[in-house]
C-alpha cells in the first residue's frame, strides 16, 4: 500500500471531529490546520514524491529526501527493534534499504504506518502549533515505535488504575496477552496460552502476600476472597488447556481477568490527588461508576431496543465524569435523541432550544467543563489547555481513544473549558492512530468506555430515542452533586 493512500486515509477523518455545535456542523479542531499538518500540499507532496513512494521492494527515494534519512536520525534502539546493523549509512542506496525495512516491520505490525511517514516527511518535523519554533517535534524515530494498541475496553480501564503493585500487574499483563496468542489457528493457540496461564498462577503463588499487604484495610477481607477466586480460576483454566479446550479460553481469560480488576480496584484506599481549588466545588466522581443506557431503535428491523453499559472513570478525570454523572442523575438524557451519527462518531447532548449544553437552574447560566487530560506517568490530570498546546503530544494518555466506544466531551472549536453537556462515542479503533500518534488523544476528554455491546453503537441512527441512563454502581463515589433526581 503507498504511504499517499494511507495519508488519505487519515485526512478524510479530520473533518468529521466531534464538536460542541450542532451536528449537521460540528468540527472541533482547526480543520485546515490540521489538514496541513496530515495533507501536505500538492507543492509540498511534489517535492517529497509523496505520491510515487510505496511500501515494495522497488521504493526509491529522491536523493535530497533520502540524504536526511541518515544515521543520526535513526537511534540505536530503534535500528536494534528493526534488526538493522551498525552499518554507514552514507549513500542513498543503504538508506533505500531502511525505508524498506521499516517498510516491511509495517507490514508485519511491528511499526506504525505513522513510522514511516515520519521518516517519509522528514522535511516536515513540526506539528501546526508548533510551526514557529525551531525545535523538531520528532527528533527521535523510536518515539513512535510500540507494540499492537490495546483496543480492549476493559484492559484500558485495568491499566488507568492508579496501582503500582508489580505483581498484580505482571500476572494482568501475561493474562492480557492471553488474546495475543489466540491470533494462532486451532490448537496451535493452546500452547502458548497454557504458559500464560501456568505464569499467571505461578506469579500468583509466589506474591501472594505482597499483593495483599498492598490493598486497602478496609478492603482486605473483600480482597482476600477475590484472590481465593483467582486462584481457583487460574487452576480451571489450566485443566480447561489439558482438554485442548479453545471455545473456553476467552470466558476463563475474562473472568480471571476480572477478578484481577478486582483486586487492583480493592488497592485503591483513596482518592490519589487533590483537584484543583477552582474546579474543587463542582461534581466529582473520586473512583468509577457504571452506568446503563437504554435505546430505543427507529427504523431498524434487526434492532429494536439496546442496553449499553459503560464505566466512567473518574480516577482519571474526576471533573468530567462527575458532570456526566450529575447529568444523569438529573436525567438530562432521558428522552434525548441521538443527534450525529455519521460511522466516525455517535453524539448527543444538545438539549432543545438555543444553549447547546446544560443550563445551571440554579444560575440561569449554561454550566462548563475544563479540558481534562491525564498522562501517563503524572499524578494528577492536566487541565485548560490540549497536549499539543502544551508541547506533549507525543505522551501517552491514561485513557486513550484505542478501543471502539471510547466515551468523551465534545467541546468548541477554539475553547478548550467549553464542554457542558454532550458527550460522543468513538466508532473506531485504527491500527494507523494508536495512542499518542492520533488528533484525538490529549484534545478531547476521555472519562470511560462502553464495555457491553458496544458493536450495536454502529447501528445507531440520528433520531434514535435514549430512554433513559442510570448509575447501576458507584454513585456513592459522586461529591458535590447538584442534581434533585428527577429534577431538570
Known amino acids: 500500500m503507498a504511504i499517499s493512500l494511507q495519508a488519505a486515509a487519515a485526512c478524510s477523518t479530520v473533518s468529521q471531529l466531534p464538536g460542541n455545535a450542532n451536528p449537521s456542523s460540528s468540527s472541533s479542531r482547526n480543520s485546515s490546520a490540521v489538514v496541513s499538518w496530515l495533507c501536505p500540499s500538492s507543492k509540498f507532496s511534489t517535492e517529497l514524491h509523496l505520491s510515487s513512494l510505496s511500501l515494495s521492494s ?277 428522552n434525548m435523541e441521538i443527534q450525529r451519527a455519521d460511522g466516525f462518531v455517535v453524539q448527543t447532548g444538545d438539549p432543545d432550544g438555543p444553549a447547546e449544553g446544560f443550563v445551571d437552574p440554579e444560575t440561569g447560566k449554561i454550566r462548563t467543563i475544563p479540558l481534562e487530560i491525564m498522562v501517563e506517568g503524572d499524578k494528577e490530570p492536566i487541565y485548560g489547555g490540549t497536549l499539543e498546546e502544551l508541547g506533549r503530544f507525543r505522551e501517552q494518555t491514561k485513557l486513550p481513544f484505542n478501543a471502539f466506544g471510547t466515551l468523551a466531551m465534545a467541546r468548541e472549536e477554539f475553547e478548550p473549558d467549553s464542554a457542558s453537556s454532550q458527550i460522543f462515542w468513538l466508532l473506531k479503533e485504527s491500527e494507523l492512530t494508536p495512542s499518542n500518534a492520533n488528533i484525538l488523544d490529549g484534545t478531547y476528554a476521555v472519562f470511560g468506555y462502553v464495555t457491553e455491546n458496544q458493536d450495536f453503537l454502529a447501528d445507531l441512527k440520528v433520531g434514535d430515542v435514549i430512554e433513559s441512563i442510570r448509575v447501576t454502581s458507584g454513585l456513592d463515589n459522586l461529591v458535590n452533586p447538584s442534581y434533585k433526581v428527577g429534577g431538570a
Not at 240 to 254: F, H, M, S, T, V
Request: charged share 25%; no cysteine.
Open 58 to 334: 522497488s521504493a526509491q527515494l529522491n536523493p535530497t529526501l533520502a540524504s536526511q534519512v541518515s544515521k543520526e536520525k535513526v537511534p540505536a534502539a530503534t535500528r536494534g527493534a528493526l534488526g538493522i546493523g551498525e552499518g554507514s549509512f552514507d549513500n542513498v542506496q543503504k538508506e533505500t534499504n531502511l525505508l524498506q525495512k521499516i517498510g516491511d516491520s509495517v507490514k508485519k505490525g511491528v511499526v506504525s504506518a505513522a513510522v514511516v511517514a515520519t521518516v517519509a516527511l522528514a522535511q516536515f518535523p513540526v506539528a501546526p502549533a508548533a510551526a514557529a519554533s525551531a525545535e523538531p517535534v520528532y527528533s527521535e524515530l523510536g518515539v513512535l515505535i510500540s507494540g499492537p494498541p490495546i483496543k480492549d475496553a476493559n484492559a484500558l480501564l485495568r491499566y488507568a488504575l492508579p496501582v503500582s503493585n508489580k505483581p498484580i500487574k505482571e500476572i494482568q499483563k501475561t493474562l492480557e496477552g492471553i488474546t495475543e496468542a489466540l491470533k494462532l489457528p486451532g490448537v496451535k493457540a493452546i500452547d502458548p496460552v497454557e504458559r500464560d496461564v501456568r505464569q499467571a498462577s505461578r506469579l500468583f503463588n509466589q506474591n501472594k502476600d505482597t499483593i495483599l499487604a498492598d490493598v486497602a484495610v478496609s478492603k482486605k477481607e473483600e480482597a482476600q476472597t477475590v484472590m481465593a477466586k483467582l486462584s481457583n480460576s487460574l487452576l480451571e483454566f489450566q485443566d480447561l488447556l489439558a482438554q485442548k479446550d479453545r471455545a473456553g479460553i476467552l470466558p476463563k481469560q475474562k473472568e480471571a481477568l476480572e477478578y484481577v480488576g478486582d483486586i487492583e480496584e480493592a488497592m485503591v484506599e483513596s482518592f490519589p490527588f487533590e483537584v484543583p481549588a477552582e474546579y474543587a466545588k463542582m461534581p466529582l466522581l473520586k473512583g468509577r461508576a457504571k452506568v446503563e443506557m437504554k435505546v430505543r431503535v427507529k427504523d431498524n428491523p434487526n434492532l429494536r431496543n439496546t442496553v449499553f453499559e459503560m464505566t466512567v472513570d473518574g480516577y482519571n478525570a474526576p471533573v468530567t465524569a462527575g458532570n456526566f454523572i450529575d447529568l444523569v442523575e438529573r436525567r438530562f438524557y432521558d
